[in-house]
Each structure stands twice: as structure tokens, then as C-alpha cells.
T-cell receptor, first 112, second 110 residues
Framework: KAGVTQTPRYLIKTRGQQVTLSCSPI?????VSWYQQTPGQGLQFLFE???????NKGNFPGRFSGRQFSNSRSEMNVSTLELGDSALYLC???????????FGQGTRLTVV | QQPVQSPQAVILREGEDAVINCSSS?????VHWYRQKHGEAPVFLMI?????EQKGHEKISASFNEKKQQSSLYLTASQLSYSGTYFC???????????FGQGTRLTINP
């Protein structure tokens, strides 16, 4: 069974630009969650999607948005990038039983 | 509210035991433990559910005290492969929305 796939693995963007990250969950998993990981703040929950609907949202500004497609693949978008958005962005997928979250390798975003 | 982990870091020699604690100011439904090695994705270790029992493998086990809103991870006779950062995640909706602690960095030396 293929794991969670995130693309791209690395990104360098300039302040003010926008970026889209992609996450393909494990086949059959319908819930996808996104997390931001930084040395100072640890793993912070961004949002969670299930069947194309956002069910949960963390405390991030509206510049952070996401969506999920009918095949459960999810994208995360960050607009008007700030230096502080530099982080490792992880997505995790869970199955219907919600027993554990499987994480992808992450996308390392650097904003310069 | 983010759970609090302690200690923040610990250095051990191979074969020694370690305990990592996780406490929350909110009532807990479930506690999830993950280990992340440098440059890798977090990997699931175990989940403890409210009303559930202590779980574990041979040398890695955990407990969940609902009344104290605390969980502890026990690593017995640590191996070099145990090195990494351990995170506890607390949730009221299973693994769909986990609130993670700051992490505990565990270093095992030969």
C-alpha cells in the first residue's frame, strides 16, 4: 500500500507570492489533515478535510486555505507569503476508524 | 490548548530507561504518541483511548490517566534506534484533529 505522498518536497518562494502544496492520502483514506511544523511552535494543526468538506480548522489566518477533491487528494494554499510561513508542512491521512494518522514526508517551504 | 510535554530533552546511554510525560489542561478523549526522526515524517507509536487500557509493545508502553489528564510513554532498555523526537497528540475527534505537544528530544548514545 502506497503511503501518503506530498509534493513538492521543497519550495522556495518570495514574500508576497502564493503557493500550493499537494497531498495524496493512502488509498481508501478519506480524512486529510494539514500541520505546520516549525522549531519554535512544534506541530500546529491547520485544517482537516473529509469527503471534500472542511470539518476542522486551526487558528491560522485566512491566508491559509485548502480543499479536497473527490479522489481525497488535498491541496493547501498560502497566499501573500510572509517570512514566518517558512516551515515544514505535513499532511496526514486517516481511515474511517480513526485509529492513527499516517504522515507524509512533508513539503519544506522557505520564504525569502 | 497545547499539551505540555516533559522533559524537553533527554540523553541516555543504550540500555537505560526513559519516561516522557504529556499533560493537558483539557479533558482528554485520546492520546496519540508519535516518533519523528530528523528529516523524516512522524511515525505512529500507539494510541490510548479514554476508558481504554494501557498499551504497548515489548519495550515501549504508555499509560493514560484520565483523571489527571496525563499520559506517560515508557521506553525500557532503550536502543539506538529509539533516538528521535517524541510527540504526544491529544484529540477529541480521534486522529482527525490532533493537538500536539512541543516534543521531547531523545538521544541514545552507545
Amino acid at each position: 500500500k502506497a503511503g501518503v505522498t506530498q509534493t513538492p518536497r521543497y519550495l522556495i518562494k518570495t514574500r508576497g507570492q502564493q503557493v500550493t502544496l499537494s497531498c495524496s492520502p493512502i488509498s481508501g483514506h478519506r480524512s486529510v489533515s494539514w500541520y505546520q511544523q516549525t522549531p519554535g511552535q512544534g506541530l500546529q494543526f491547520l485544517f482537516e478535510y473529509f469527503s471534500e468538506t472542511q470539518r476542522n480548522k486551526g487558528n491560522f489566518p485566512g491566508r491559509f486555505s485548502g480543499r479536497q477533491f473527490s479522489n481525497s487528494r488535498s491541496e493547501m494554499n498560502v497566499s501573500t507569503l510572509e517570512l514566518g510561513d517558512s516551515a515544514l508542512y505535513l499532511c496526514a491521512s486517516t481511515d474511517l476508524m480513526n485509529t492513527e494518522a499516517f504522515f507524509g514526508q512533508g513539503t519544506r517551504l522557505t520564504v525569502v | 490548548q497545547q499539551p505540555v510535554q516533559s522533559p524537553q530533552a533527554v540523553i541516555l546511554r543504550e540500555g537505560e530507561d526513559a519516561v516522557i510525560n504529556c499533560s493537558s489542561s483539557k479533558a482528554l478523549y485520546s492520546v496519540h504518541w508519535y516518533r519523528q526522526k530528523h528529516g523524516e515524517a512522524p511515525v505512529f507509536l500507539m494510541i490510548l483511548l479514554k476508558g481504554g487500557e494501557q498499551k504497548g509493545h515489548e519495550k515501549i508502553s504508555a499509560s493514560f490517566n484520565e483523571k489527571k489528564q496525563q499520559s506517560s510513554l515508557y521506553l525500557t532498555a532503550s536502543q539506538l534506534s529509539y533516538s528521535g523526537t517524541y510527540f504526544c497528540g491529544t484529540g477529541i475527534q480521534g486522529a482527525q484533529k490532533l493537538v500536539f505537544g512541543q516534543g521531547t528530544r531523545l538521544t541514545i548514545n552507545p
